[in-house]
């Protein structure tokens, strides 16, 4: 949680509250241009890498702790429902047996 928060810039390395950066109020709006269709689509990929660089992945080890844990709960129910199965077949197969 830490790491993620000094990625987002909330925390600083020593772990005290960062200061908040506010850029300069602009004097003017800013006028976009008509962009080509080409114009566009790289905007859009550029925006797309800058926003996957934002994202806080995680690391080779909780990814196998997750994996590990799905596996094991994966396990666990399907061991659960084939005994389920298997004891109310059993019971239905006595109730009729003639």
Do not use: C
Not at 12 to 21: K, L, Q
Not at 35 to 54: H, M, P, Y
């Amino acid at each position: 949680m830490k790491r993620m928060m000094q990625r987002q810039g909330q925390i600083e390395a020593d772990g005290s509250p960062a200061t908040r950066r506010t850029p300069p109020p602009r004097s003017r709006p800013v006028v976009q241009d008509e962009k080509s269709v080409f114009g566009r689509i790289a905007e859009f990929f550029r925006d797309v890498r800058s926003e996957l660089r934002q994202v806080a992945w995680p690391t080779r080890k909780e990814v196998a702790n997750s994996a590990t844990i799905v596996f094991l709960t994966l396990v666990l129910l399907v061991s659960l429902i084939f005994l389920l199965n298997y004891a109310f077949s059993h019971a239905v197969i006595f109730l009729f047996k003639s």
